[in-house]
């Protein structure tokens, strides 16, 4: 049917009003070429009939197209086109009506100020919403509620919980909306107190069996940390939908009970409640967070089942899911097969990658990703950072610094700290000191990688200044302080330091537990103070194999083997059982003492009474120890039936034997095994040219010490 004038268009539409069919009008006003410019009793209606109808889009359209027009907006139209600006999120149009409305004199309305206060809330003009509700000549609850919702949605959720108070305070009575809004708002900024209070308030008004506030009130519990009591608000309820389901899984999962979780996922299917996307998404979370690969397939193939489309959310999930569960392979042939990919779903797969020691790939995708013109984000550097760090990729990691500076996000303290401690692991302490001096704040994280990383690499001096330089700004040590001091000390051996660290650990209360206890017997050890080792040693809560080996180590050194052995039986008395490294310690107790048939024995006894298989520094201690005993010829034959290859440190080890003992035949051998292993090993040549000397073997001597100069 076709309208050739403006006047049946209008005879047409004011009859279908008239039969209560806007939805028939409202078709044909959104596809009528020219739209009537009269008649305000007609086109106000229309207005507010396609606002009610959702239709933003046309209400704009019609506005602007009637805007040179004589049509005069009511006070309804006026809140339709505010309602259509605030889902836009249009705001300079939004301006424009609000300028309008004041030419009106309109803006006293209630109805207007509530859609003004709504419009600027969702467009994030808060401070116009709240100066137009504070000017409000007249408040309602919608008022009240509106400019509640609108403080959560912008991120001020302090502020609606006073504004809920001081509604209280003045006799206003809160409704269902009322009270979602200040559930959410505490859940935000986990007000739980407060939280209990609007529960009882719901339980005396009857409201408590909502299922909207009924959900609410579980995410808030959840949120707040009260899981249990998010448990018992989902008991109580009547009956439940798949949002409260789906609010009690979230909490689950969201405080780290992943299990309980899933076991209530299978409880809903049991019931015949439909799992919805969020149901999925909280779901493949709960089975990220404990690893439960076989529950991930399952819900994998539900969502097949349930008609689910894979999207860009739900996949994400799944990557993360699988690469979370170990099963890289799954994780990459999701993500392969995503329709589209975002920052988030390649991150997923980044960090999947990284916490699967696969970070050599994890860069190889990162770049990849930047070359689909998808922009990283902050977790991704974050992610990629710490993958350059473990693999020790310096150039890259300097690469992604220059991206940071670019992007600004340099100055963000995780991300500063992060690229420090990639620094630090690449061993390149000039930058990381260049990351930490041009930060704009260092927190406690920063002073301790920076600390460590000077002790790690040997600059044990260094590490202290920075430690009293902290100290001297204010910032409080914790124990990975302490322990990193205290390896400074061990490793440049600074006593009196390492005593005041000692003193400063138990003036501030630190439980001195097994790390620290260790690293203080390492540190007296290192420093040869073998009874001060032992009073710490002693007076620990617990000892594990660390703290006895540490001791053990320290007797071994200084050749002590009674004490090393005595020490031994009591590490077994206390069911502490012997590893790998307690058995190189005592093998080289063994041979500092020159104790072969001694060591002969424990080094049968390690696999045949405690189930240690030696390795290569087991077998390298009786070279050793065969070699101190004048035995070279039994430590040839003891390498040449080892089952596994030698090293060079071993071969090393029988050359400085034949060195000392004078045996030039084994000595060439063995200098000959080095070099197919280390061919510019210095140290061999050395060795093998006091070999010659000795031998009076004079060209040979000047030939490898001419070999030598050119190494």
Same mark, same amino acid.
């Given at each position: 049917m076709r309208y050739s004038s403006h006047n049946s268009c209008n005879r047409f539409l004011t009859k279908k009003w008239r039969n209560k069919e806007s939805s028939h009008a409202i078709s044909l006003l959104e596809t009528h070429p020219k739209l009537p410019q009269k008649h305000n009793r007609l086109l106000n209606p229309i207005i507010s009939a396609l606002g009610k109808n959702g239709k933003s889009q046309a209400v704009i359209l019609l506005y602007k197209q009637l805007r040179q027009s004589r049509f005069e907006p009511s006070v309804y139209s006026f809140a339709a086109l505010l309602n259509a600006c605030a889902r836009k999120?249009?705001?300079?149009?939004?301006?424009?009506?609000?300028?309008?409305?004041?030419n009106s004199h309109l803006q006293s309305d209630v109805l207007i100020g509530n859609a003004l206060i709504h419009m600027y809330s969702k467009c994030g003009r808060l401070d116009s919403a709240r100066h137009i509700f504070l000017n409000l000549t007249k408040r309602d609850i919608v008022s009240w509620n509106i400019m509640m919702a609108g403080f959560v949605q912008n991120g001020c959720s302090q502020e609606a919980l006073l504004l809920f108070q001081h509604m209280e305070g003045q006799g206003f009575k809160p409704d269902r909306v009322s009270y979602l809004a200040v559930l959410k708002a505490?859940?935000?900024?986990?007000?739980?107190?407060?939280?209990?209070?609007?529960?009882?308030?719901?339980?005396?008004?009857?409201?408590?069996?909502?299922?909207?506030?009924?959900?609410?009130?579980?995410?808030?519990?959840?949120?707040?940390?009260?899981?249990?009591?998010? +448990?018992?608000?989902?008991?109580?309820?009547?009956?439940?939908?798949?949002?409260?389901?789906?609010?009690?899984?979230s909490g689950f999962t969201q405080q780290g009970r992943g299990e309980e979780a899933l076991h209530l996922f299978q409880e809903m299917r049991k019931e015949g409640i439909k799992p919805n996307k969020v149901t999925?998404?909280?779901?493949?979370?709960?089975?990220?967070?404990?690893?439960?690969?076989?529950?991930?397939?399952?819900?994998?193939?539900?969502?097949?089942?349930?008609?689910?489309?894979?999207?860009?959310?739900?996949?994400t999930s799944l990557v993360h899911m699988y690469a979370k569960c170990g099963s890289i392979s799954k994780a990459l042939h999701v993500f392969f097969k995503l329709p589209q990919r975002d920052v988030f779903s390649w991150t997923a797969l980044i960090s999947g990658l990284i916490d699967n020691g696969q970070s050599s790939y994890a860069l190889q995708l990162f770049e990849k990703m930047q070359n689909e013109a998808v922009v990283p984000n902050r977790v991704t550097y974050l992610?990629?950072?710490?993958?350059?760090?473990?693999?020790?990729?310096?150039?890259?990691?300097?690469?992604?610094?220059?991206?940071?500076?670019?992007?600004?996000?340099?100055?963000?303290?995780?991300?500063?700290?992060?690229?420090?401690?990639?620094?630090?692991?690449?061993?390149?302490?000039?930058?990381?000191?260049?990351?930490?001096?041009?930060?704009?704040r260092h927190n406690l994280v920063a002073w301790n990688a920076m600390i460590d990383g000077y002790a790690e690499h040997q600059n044990g001096l260094q590490a202290l200044r920075l430690f009293e330089e902290m100290q001297k700004q204010g910032v409080k040590p914790d124990k990975v302080t302490f322990l990193s001091v205290l390896k400074a000390c061990r490793n440049i051996g600074?006593?009196?330091?390492? +005593?005041?660290?000692?003193?400063?650990?138990?003036?501030?209360?630190?439980?001195?537990?097994?790390?620290?206890?260790?690293?203080?017997?390492?540190?007296?050890?290192?420093?040869?103070?073998?009874?001060?080792?032992?009073?710490?040693?002693?007076?620990?809560?617990? +000892?594990?194999?660390?703290?006895?080996?540490?001791?053990?180590?320290?007797?071994?050194?200084?050749?002590?083997?009674?004490?090393?052995?005595?020490?031994?039986?009591?590490?077994?008395?206390e069911n502490v059982k012997p590893d790998k490294v307690s058995f190189v310690c005592l093998l080289k107790a063994c041979s500092n003492a020159g104790l072969l048939d001694e060591g002969y024995f424990l080094f049968e006894s390690m696999h045949n009474n405690y189930g240690v298989l030696p390795e290569m520094e087991h077998y390298t201690c009786m070279v050793d120890l065969l070699g101190?005993?004048?035995?070279?010829?039994?430590?040839?034959?003891?390498?040449?039936?080892?089952?596994?290859?030698?090293?060079?440190?071993?071969?090393?080890?029988?050359l400085g034997a034949c060195q000392t003992h004078g045996n030039l035949e084994l000595g060439q051998d063995a200098f000959e095994s080095v070099l197919k292993l280390e061919p510019r090993n210095a140290a061999a040549y050395a060795m093998m040219s006091n070999i010659y000397a000795a031998a009076r073997m004079r060209s040979h001597e000047a030939g490898l010490r001419t070999d030598l100069t050119y190494l």
């Open positions: 999120e249009a705001l300079s149009l939004g301006k424009v009506i609000h300028a309008e409305i004041l505490c859940s935000n900024v986990g007000a739980l107190e407060q939280g209990k209070r609007i529960h009882a308030k719901l339980i005396e008004s009857g409201c408590d069996s909502d299922v909207f506030l009924g959900s609410a009130l579980i995410d808030m519990y959840a949120k707040c940390g009260s899981i249990d009591e998010a +448990r018992q608000v989902f008991s109580n309820l009547p009956e439940r939908d798949v949002v409260s389901w789906t609010s009690v899984i999925f998404i909280c779901a493949l979370k709960a089975c990220s967070g404990t690893g439960a690969l076989d529950q991930g397939e399952e819900i994998h193939k539900m969502l097949s089942e349930y008609g689910m489309k894979c999207d860009l959310s739900i996949g992610c990629v950072l710490k993958a350059c760090g473990s693999i020790k990729a310096l150039d890259k990691g300097q690469f992604i610094h220059l991206q940071l500076m670019r992007n600004g996000l340099i100055h963000d303290l995780s991300v500063a700290n992060t690229l420090l401690s990639m620094y630090v692991k690449c061993g390149n302490m000039d930058k990381a000191r260049q990351v930490f001096s041009e930060s704009q600074a006593l009196d330091k390492g +005593r005041y660290i000692h003193a400063k650990i138990i003036s501030s209360d630190l439980k001195i537990d097994g790390s620290v206890g260790n690293i203080l017997v390492d540190m007296y050890c290192k420093c040869g103070r073998l009874d001060d080792a032992c009073e710490v040693f002693w007076k620990l809560p617990e +000892r594990d194999a660390v703290s006895w080996n540490t001791l053990l180590d320290a007797f071994a050194q200084q050749g002590n083997v009674k004490e090393a052995f005595h020490l031994f039986e009591k590490m077994q008395l101190r005993s004048g035995d070279l010829y039994k430590a040839a034959d003891f390498i040449s039936k080892m089952p596994i290859q030698p090293d060079a440190a071993m071969w090393m080890s029988l």
